[in-house]
């Protein structure tokens, strides 16, 4: 089993009226604020990389349940304002099941995924948990 058995996948959306320097300095807020979730919640490896209205982040934790995905996305949908929003997607190494959440000011959306096992060898395996 891998040692970091989750990839966390994450977007900001910006507003596209905001300016330039108001963008700049909300980016900066918010990835601070992400970046303060993330560290609570034991992730490793956290990156951020932005490209015109958006800003696009990822981590590694060593493990996420629905529960845990749900808090986290909870956390973070108390910060939006109108100005953006934020899609989530937690990518469970073993390929069984991962959580999608779309979240804006008026609250979010959730989508658990469950993907079909590989044949019987994979089903059985996910079966025993793993």
């Known amino acids: 089993m891998p040692k970091h058995r ?3 996948f994450g977007q900001i959306v910006y507003a596209p009226e ?3 320097d ?3 300095a909300l980016e900066n807020e918010i990835v601070g ?3 303060a979730l993330l560290e609570d919640m034991r992730a490793e490896f956290i990156a951020f990389e932005s490209e015109g209205d958006r800003t ?3 981590c590694a934790l060593q493990s996420c349940d629905q529960e845990k995905a749900k808090a986290m996305a909870a956390r973070l ?3 939006i304002k109108t100005q953006w929003e934020c899609k989530l997607m937690f990518v469970d190494k073993m390929l069984f099941e991962h959580y999608f959440y779309a979240l804006n ?3 979010g959306k959730s989508k658990k995924l469950l993907l079909p096992a590989a044949g019987p060898i994979d089903k059985a395996l996910a079966d025993e948990g793993g």
């Open 6 to 8: 989750v990839e966390v």
């Open 18 to 20: 905001i300016s330039y």
């Open 22 to 24: 108001d963008l700049m």
């Open 33 to 35: 604020l992400v970046s």
């Open 56 to 58: 696009f982040f990822q």
């Open 77 to 79: 949908a108390e910060k």
């Open 105 to 107: 000011h008026h609250g």
